[in-house]
């Protein structure tokens, strides 16, 4: 990645998520960035995965090691939204979570943020596009709070 994708890239990130995700995001000297024919910056992979995509709508949709690198680097509950047991392996299975078993959420999370689901735990299960408001999502008792995108896969799956 060169100076002038970071210091751009950095400051969409910024102003996505808040102060400090550029810098979570991209700290990282050694990532990929590949553009688009007319040249502008398109996904970001580093050695962990793709971290974000730049999409034509001048966002950042996340990928699942994005999601980790924001939920390490960003304040506690900042773009996160929290499920149990009960949600966990559907999340885990790339399913959408639902409002009626969302424990807790950031509310600044606008409809159509993009966000990092985890478990109560603390662990990254997936990242997704919020369909609800942060207190919506706790508010509600039916509906579809998160899009997921990217979910992580269970590590236990057929061990039984």
Known sequence: ???RDRAMLTRVADYQWGGGAGAALFAD???EVTHTSSGRPRQVIGEDGRLVTYATDGRFTLGVAGGRRLDEGL???CYRVVVGDESEPFVRDGRNAF????GAADPAIRPGDEVVLTHERGEVLAVGRAELSGQ???DFETGVAVFVRDSVPSTDAGEE
Do not use: N, R, S, Y
Not at 99 to 102: P, Q
């Open 1 to 3: 990645m060169d100076e």
């Open 29 to 31: 000297g050694d990532l």
């Open 75 to 77: 304040p506690d509950g």
């Open 99 to 102: 409002a009626k078993f969302v």
């Open 136 to 138: 919506g999502m706790l």
